[in-house]
């Protein structure tokens, strides 16, 4: 079915489904942030200028938050990414173990 | 100074090509050229996205936007941040999976079909030149104070450097060039931080009392037939202007003619010092009353006037932490002077004066300096097609995509995001404080913003500013590096060998790469000439929005929708591009580069992703289902019977 694909990657993946699942909740959450995040410039930017943790607004807290959160949730997907792959290998290790 | 900055420029470009050469023999093969044999550590791997992704736009762009806009600047750094987690989440392991030298292969993996290969070679193209615009522009900016060359110079150097770096090696040595430079990018941008932050803040920023902090002058002045005549009998009026809303003041001193903002407060005239450039009829060149020459240039810019209410003396605060740093700055007792341009004619003489203007730090600090998100409806719309296409362009710039190919797996591919986003996502910081510090240590130049990053380097002593500029300059090697390769390949593997059925083999795939590198190169050299002075990080914005509107719809549609056709996905990339690069062209910002009056444009916003990225998933959707394979009559009739 693929053209010309890389060789290693012709390796079945059994997480794939979960993966993509996982994926797609984890962008539609961080782009709800990010939304809010646009919405609140566009309807009241003076709510930016307001102080809202150690003297720093919250357009800085937010923007930085937005940079902050995305390593965050990197770091979360791959951790769910490798549990689930090593669950769905840990049986044909097994087998191959007997 | 000059000696240690060609020194170290003239090392790091003999290391960068004796890298290539040695590279250059792994690169003998198509996988080797185009993928890097595509086994490059995730590790390493997630370094050279970040040394291939911060761009001249990250790092002279985004500085020098920070610098003049404030926060406004840092918003392109969110967003190109934000696009990380769409290329992770949703494309890097598909990518992978799907693919093998080009964004091309993952796109037309289902289908093999003749059109695709074409359509999105085409956009891969597009898209490279378009993001090769401010790199190139970004190397004659540096140039020009680190060897004292003209831009030209800096351009073709570039431009041949990574010729060189390409034709010999491919994608291997720009990886290892790309890692080079994204590791030392993060760490001396951290150096600079530092030295930032130990500095503190001052209402005089003298640079550590090496360059004296010059006070603007302001006089009193009476208005007499519509004339702004000055109070203090030295000067003489000449004559007045009005440009950008503002009245300018010609004025006779001693013999040196010079231009003044006429600026009215309670009832009362006064005339402001500024800074002017003058273009004689003949060619030449006056500045601020005198003719330019290598001493007589514009004055480095940009002071905070007010600190959290207090000015003068007492006002400076001496070494401060991270975030009293973005406070202080953000205070509504702080006022910040940065300072604009308007053009006006007087005669036969081009004038830009650059005059002064007082914000207040609680306005610097959030959005609004330069995208008007308190403005006209359609400027708001401008903002959020700008924030939609950061958001979506990353997932989608071929440059980008094809180090999916360098690594063995996808996992190491998930892997190598996240690394990558780490290092970015600091850097992105970092931007914040270096251009924040630029803005107030009085080392913008007014007249062009780009290179605020290595001036404030610079304002830290000569060996600070010779290596941060050796940096950007690998900075822009890097990204260009990346750029040739996704283009060269293109041009050999999509075009020659997969569309048009060459069927070269593995020695001639590298050599066409090799002729296609070269001649984008000389494309890329010229039209770093062509727009000198341009801001970078807004000409990588437009190529965001192309890459998101071209190439975004058909990668998304392809994972997500089975009823996704070849013919679908080359209609939506000819309208996204058609769609992004219709719209720029004929936008006010680009009105105004053409020379002409921005209100005059037919399209009212600069910004394409909101219209064009919908338009092109809309017209994918509704193509595909016009041209899916009707069922088949027969089959589903054995079916019945069966």
């Keep these: ?98 | 100074m000059e000696t240690i900055s060609i020194a170290l420029f003239v090392f790091f470009v003999a290391f960068v090509l004796g890298l290539s050469f040695f590279f250059a023999r792994k690169a003998k093969s198509a996988a080797g050229y185009y993928a890097a044999g595509g086994n490059i550590h995730w590790a390493v791997n997630g370094i050279a996205f970040a040394g291939d992704y911060l761009s001249a736009a990250s790092f002279l762009g985004i500085c020098g936007m920070i610098a003049t806009a404030g926060y406004d600047g840092f918003l392109y750094s969110i967003g190109y941040l934000a696009g990380w987690i769409v290329a992770l989440f949703v494309v890097a392991e598909p990518m992978k999976r799907m693919g093998k030298y080009t964004f091309t292969d993952a796109l037309d993996s289902k289908f093999n079909h003749k059109g695709i290969q074409l359509a999105a070679a085409v956009s891969t193209l597009v898209v490279s030149i378009f993001y090769l615009i401010p790199q190139m522009v970004g190397a004659g900016v540096l140039v020009t104070p680190l060897l004292g060359l003209p831009h030209w110079v800096g351009v073709i150097l570039v431009g041949s450097i990574v010729i060189v770096i390409v034709a010999t090696a491919g994608m291997t040595s720009t990886t290892y060039v790309q890692f080079l430079k994204g590791g030392l990018l993060v760490i001396f941008s951290v150096i600079v931080t530092g030295a930032v932050l130990l500095r503190g803040l001052s209402t005089t920023p003298d640079q550590d009392g090496t360059v004296p902090y010059h006070k603007y002058a302001t006089i009193e002045a009476t208005v007499a037939d519509g004339k702004a005549i000055p109070s203090d009998p030295a000067f003489r009026f000449l004559d007045a202007k009005e440009a950008s809303g503002s009245h300018f003041v010609k004025l006779e001193n001693a013999g040196k003619l010079g231009w003044w903002k006429q600026i009215e407060k309670e009832g009362k005239v006064s005339l402001v010092e500024l800074q002017s450039v003058v273009v004689l009829a003949d060619g030449s060149k006056v500045i601020n009353g005198a003719p330019a020459s290598k001493e007589n240039q514009l004055r480095q810019v940009g002071n905070l006037e007010a600190i959290d209410g207090k000015t003068g003396a007492e006002a400076t605060t001496g070494s401060v932490g991270p975030f009293e740093f973005l406070a202080k700055i953000g205070s509504p007792g702080t006022q910040v002077r940065t300072w604009k341009p308007a053009k006006f004619d007087d005669g036969d003489a081009k004038v830009t004066a650059y005059y002064p203007s007082i914000t207040a730090g609680s306005k610097i600090m959030r959005p609004g300096q330069k995208f008007k998100v308190e403005g006209t409806p359609i400027e708001k719309l401008d903002f959020i097609s700008l924030m939609l296409a950061l958001f979506l362009g990353t997932a989608a710039l071929p440059h980008i995509l094809i180090r999916y190919y360098t690594v063995p797996t996808p996992a190491a591919a998930r892997k190598s995001t996240i690394v990558a986003i780490a290092a970015i996502g600091f850097f992105y910081v970092l931007t914040l404080y270096m251009g924040l510090g630029a803005m107030v240590n009085a080392v913008v130049n007014p007249a062009d913003n780009n290179m605020s990053g290595p001036l404030l380097a610079k304002s830290f002593g000569p060996i600070l500013f010779a290596v941060i500029s050796a940096i950007a300059f690998a900075t822009v090697l890097g990204t260009v590096a990346g750029l040739i390769v996704a283009a060269s390949g293109a041009v050999a593997h999509d075009v020659m060998d997969r569309y048009m059925g060459l069927k070269l083999d593995d020695r001639k795939k590298v050599r066409m790469g090799k002729i296609a590198a070269f001649v984008v190169g000389i494309i890329a050299i010229i039209l770093g000439i062509l727009f000198q002075g341009v801001n970078v990080t807004f000409l990588v914005g437009l190529a965001f929005a192309v890459a998101a509107s071209a190439n975004l719809p058909s990668i998304i549609m392809l994972l997500f929708w089975k009823r996704t056709t070849p013919q679908g996905i080359v209609a939506s990339i000819l309208v996204g591009i058609t769609l992004s690069i219709g719209i720029i062209l004929f936008s006010p910002d680009m009105y105004e580069l053409y020379g002409k009056v921005r209100s005059d444009a037919p399209i009212p916003f600069a910004n394409p992703g909101l219209f064009s990225i919908p338009m092109s998933f809309l017209t994918l959707v509704v193509v595909s289902l016009m041209t899916a394979k009707k069922p088949d009559a027969k089959a589903n009739a054995e079916l019945a019977v069966g």
């Design chain 1, 1 to 98: 079915m693929f053209h010309e694909p890389a060789e290693k990657s012709q390796v079945k993946d059994l997480a794939m489904a979960y993966k993509t699942r996982l994926g797609v909740w984890m962008f539609l959450v961080y782009a709800l942030v990010y939304v809010l995040f646009v919405a609140i410039n566009l309807i009241d930017p003076s709510m930016m200028e307001k102080t809202v943790l150690m003297g720093l607004n919250l357009a800085v807290v937010y923007g930085l938050g937005l940079i902050v959160v995305a390593l965050v949730m990197a770091v979360i997907y791959n951790r769910m990414c490798l549990v689930e792959e090593r669950r769905l290998e840990a049986p044909a290790s097994d087998k191959a173990g007997v």
